[in-house]
């Protein structure tokens, strides 16, 4: 991420989960068992094949997930991970942490072979579930302390937005970088994919607020509009790639109009 000058701030309220917590912990324990199986089945050429993600193999990306849920399986990880990224990104003259935070965890699991990266994966999903899990509801409903940038303006989350959504969409979008790479088929279904495409549908809804008709296609997709205008169409994952800043799988995708508004992952 490069970002130039002092990004403005928004004046809006900080984002709040629109999905009930215990869905949202189902939402992510079938996410991180997704992820498990799909990283099961890497071969050794697989594991370093480049992704979307500048200077990240599939190795990396998997290193970056693994030290995610590290973070959220312990309190005293979490506040070690958010310091040292917090430092890191001051350090950088960076308005916000979140790059120094996934190359720290991306440094910390560099040395794991990768059979110790698939075990762990396999340890920590449900502790990770769990930590999210036994978050209090007052406690999900405090704004976090460092505002995130999305569409070039600076917003305020709460607590309960990066846990019960943030860090469900994150691995669900490595996962998605992580077909691309190996070419791989994807895992979907309309019970799992299918509702994290209509949250995140939503969201960009109500992040560009104009009238709309998008039909996404494949097991995840389906039909949202509001207003009347020319159908935007193309497939439910990759409209989540497009509006997570990535290209789409698809030739001839591009990121126009609506399209150019982008949802946090």
């Not at 990240?56 to 958010?82: C, F």
């Not at 990066?162 to 994150?170: G, S």
């Not at 996404?216 to 790639?241: E, H, I, M, N």
């Amino acid at each position: 991420m490069t970002v130039t000058g002092t990004p403005e701030r928004s004046r809006s309220a900080p984002r709040t989960a629109t999905i009930d917590h215990d869905a949202a912990m189902g939402l992510a324990a079938t996410e991180y068992e997704r992820g498990a199986g799909l990283i099961a089945r890497l071969d050794a050429a697989q594991w370093s094949a480049p992704t979307v993600n500048t200077g990240w193999d599939v190795r990396a990306t998997v290193g970056h997930s693994v030290g995610m849920m590290e973070m959220i399986s312990s309190v005293p990880r979490l506040a070690r991970q958010q310091l040292a990224a917090q430092r890191a990104a001051r350090r950088a003259g960076a308005p916000v942490s979140i790059d120094a935070l996934t190359a720290l965890q991306v440094r910390l699991n560099a040395g794991l072979t990768v059979e110790e990266l698939v075990g762990r994966w396999r340890a920590l999903a449900p502790k990770a579930v769990r930590g999210r899990r036994r978050i209090p509801a007052f406690v999900r409903r405090r704004k976090l302390p460092e505002r995130q940038l999305v569409n070039g303006q600076l917003e305020s989350w709460t607590l309960g937005y990066l846990v019960d959504v943030i860090l469900t969409r994150d691995p669900f979008m490595h996962r998605l970088d992580l077909y691309a790479a190996t070419g791989l088929a994807p895992v979907v279904t309309a019970e799992h994919e299918g509702r994290l495409v209509d949250d995140v549908v939503r969201e960009w809804a109500g992040r560009h607020g104009q009238p709309y008709v998008l039909e996404l296609t494949g097991p995840a997709g389906g039909r949202w509009s509001s207003g009347t205008g020319a159908p935007v169409s193309l497939d439910a994952l990759d409209f989540c790639r497009v509006v997570s800043g990535r290209p789409a799988v698809a030739a001839g995708v591009e990121p126009t109009g609506l399209l150019t508004t982008q949802v946090p992952f």
